[in-house]
Nanobody
Framework: QVQLVESGGGLVQAGGSLRLSCAAS????????MGWFRQAPGKERETVAT????????YYSDSVKGRFTISRDNAKKTVDLQMNSLKPEDTAVYYC????????????WGQGTQVTVSS
């Protein structure tokens, strides 16, 4: 199992930047692909970005491509989301999640961190 704790959320003006971090505890962090997801009020949860266990393969949703960057440090057991050029529509609760490399479903989730972008 892995436990996930997000940090770094907050209030920022449109055009600003935030960096979210997710710290994992437990063994074998490299057994997991990682992802960032978000859910805005009244909307379904959506995938923001994912990264494989080596960090060599990443995915971004069209809505954040070119503005957000996902990265991981396997030695520190962390996965970060650098968010630049933030827009009010990026306002949501952001969740870090992990899935075993051999699975498609994300089994482990953090508690979430609020990101609010003011216009």
């Amino acid at each position: 199992q892995v436990q996930l704790v997000e940090s770094g959320g907050g209030l920022v003006q449109a055009g600003g930047s935030l960096r979210l971090s997710c710290a994992a505890s437990g063994r074998t962090f490299t057994s997991y692909a990682m992802g960032w997801f978000r859910q805005a009020p009244g909307k379904e949860r959506e995938t923001v970005a994912t990264i494989n266990w080596t960090g060599a393969s990443t995915y971004y949703s069209d809505s954040v491509k070119g503005r957000f960057t996902i990265s991981r440090d396997n030695a520190k057991k962390t996965v970060d989301l650098q968010m630049n050029s933030l827009k009010p529509e990026d306002t949501a609760v952001y969740y870090c999640a992990a899935r075993y490399n051999s699975r498609y479903e994300y089994d482990y989730w953090g508690q979430g961190t609020q990101v609010t972008v003011s216009s």
